[in-house]
């Protein structure tokens, strides 16, 4: 089955710098990768997503990236703010077949300091 | 998005007694899962809700443990039965509209086992 990788398991920045995190997987049939963000007792909440036909998506700070080849994505999150801090989960999933199951990544931990 | 609620948002058990969480959506859809979540972890799927069969289950995941029930396209519950210390854990419900469109998930409930 699928494996995705995450990393790193925690980042701390300074307000205003970029972040970004990265994820790997294994099944070269995962076409479907979105992100979630928890914050401290909420459920995640997705913010962005990647179909495979698409190298890169942005929606206004955050963006995401993916190299199929290399089986590889990334977000990218610019010009942090102190409510970008909370936990990310990147995930991978067939979007034919596979009953619309996520693999989740083991998140990363990003704090953003003042 | 459709809004998801959860009921009840925590619970302290005692060890040996069950607990059936409740999810609600405000519009039907396709499909329902039901996710595990230990302190401090990534999400593990417990299993995906069939609205009028039984749910199907992950490897390591059993109905007698989990029961879960849909008896339509906008509510499910789950059963921790028989509970343990070791079920002390978030435990979230998603949706997804359709088999091809992405999970949103719901607030979670935060299940204490003493």
């Known amino acids: 089955g699928e494996n995705v990788e995450q990393h790193p398991s925690t980042l701390s920045v300074q307000e205003g710098d970029s972040a970004v995190i990265k994820c790997t997987y294994s099944?070269?049939?995962?076409?479907?990768f979105p992100w979630y963000k928890q914050e401290l007792g909420k459920g995640p909440q997705l913010i962005i997503d990647?179909?495979?036909?698409?190298g890169e998506k942005k929606d206004q700070r955050i963006a995401v990236t993916l190299n199929k080849t290399a089986k590889h994505f990334s977000l990218h999150i610019t010009e942090t703010q102190p409510e970008d801090s909370a936990v990310y989960f990147c995930?991978?999933?067939?979007?034919?077949?596979?009953?619309?199951?996520?693999?989740f990544g083991t998140g990363t931990q990003l704090k953003v300091e003042l | 998005s459709a809004v998801i609620s959860q009921k009840p948002s925590r619970d302290i058990c005692q060890r040996g007694t069950s607990l059936t969480i409740q999810c609600q959506v405000d519009s039907q859809v396709t499909m329902m899962f039901w996710y595990r979540q230990q302190p401090g972890q990534s999400l593990t799927l417990i299993a995906t809700?069939?609205?009028?069969?039984?749910?199907?289950?992950e490897s390591g995941f059993v109905i007698d443990k989990f029961p879960i029930s849909r008896p339509n396209l906008t509510f499910s519950t789950l059963t921790v039965s028989n509970m343990s210390p070791e079920d002390s854990s978030i435990y979230l419900c998603s949706v997804a509209p359709t088999v091809q469109e992405t999970q949103y998930f719901g607030p979670g409930t935060r299940l204490l086992v003493l």
């Open positions: 099944d070269s049939a995962s076409n479907y």
């Open positions: 809700a069939n609205q009028g069969s039984e749910a199907t289950y």
């Open positions: 995930a991978a999933r067939k979007l034919t077949g596979g009953g619309n199951k996520l693999t």
């Open positions: 990647i179909r495979s036909n698409v």
